[in-house]
């Protein structure tokens, strides 16, 4: 049976950010039958320049966008910076405006950070304009994330664990 591709996207660019290990826990609780690859590279997309979204991208735009099109579904997990979604997160959707990429793509979007409200409604706003297809039951907004999971990635809070496990749930039914 082919596995179900799924392209996890981290708004962070920090090493073993905490929105990297909801990604790595959601990849190690997904049924078997998913595949879950984390983008790593975010920090290595140039700065969205319209002039350069032309039919020739740069090289590591061009591998970004194929990854979502390799993908079965997407799920975001991003912190917020200063009341916002991180610039790098952001410039990478940018470069996904000109094309039909996330269009009916099944998506799984998580805020996780201190608060987290504007970035969420930011990233909501940014996804539906990408015509991603994503329900309310496969969003999720985790406030005060680092005082719920510990150094190695184990959730230490019983509602956020239980919120990621129907999160998990939701996300997997779509396919």
């Not at 510990?150 to 496990?165: F, H, M, P, R, V």
């Amino acid at each position: 049976m082919k596995k179900i591709k799924i392209l996890a996207i981290t708004g962070s660019t920090r090493k073993n950010s905490s929105n990297y290990k909801i990604l790595k826990y959601i990849s190690e609780h997904l049924k078997t039958d998913f595949e879950v690859e984390i983008f790593e590279d975010l920090a290595e997309i140039p700065h969205f320049n319209p002039d350069l979204d032309t039919e020739n991208p740069p090289k590591q735009v061009e591998v970004f966008r194929n990854k979502i099109i390799e993908a079965d579904g997407v799920i975001i997990c991003t912190p917020e910076y200063v009341f916002s979604l991180p610039g790098s997160l952001k410039n990478v959707l940018e470069w996904c405006v000109s094309t039909t990429i996330f269009s009916n793509k099944k998506t799984g979007l998580i805020t996780a950070s201190a608060s987290g409200e504007m970035a969420h409604e930011q990233l909501i706003l940014i996804m539906k304009t990408l015509e991603a297809k994503f329900e309310e039951n496969t969003q999720l907004l985790i406030q005060g994330v680092r005082g719920k999971i510990n150094e190695e990635g184990k959730i230490i809070n019983d509602e956020t664990n239980i919120a990621l496990q129907k999160f998990i749930s939701n996300f997997e039914n779509q396919f």
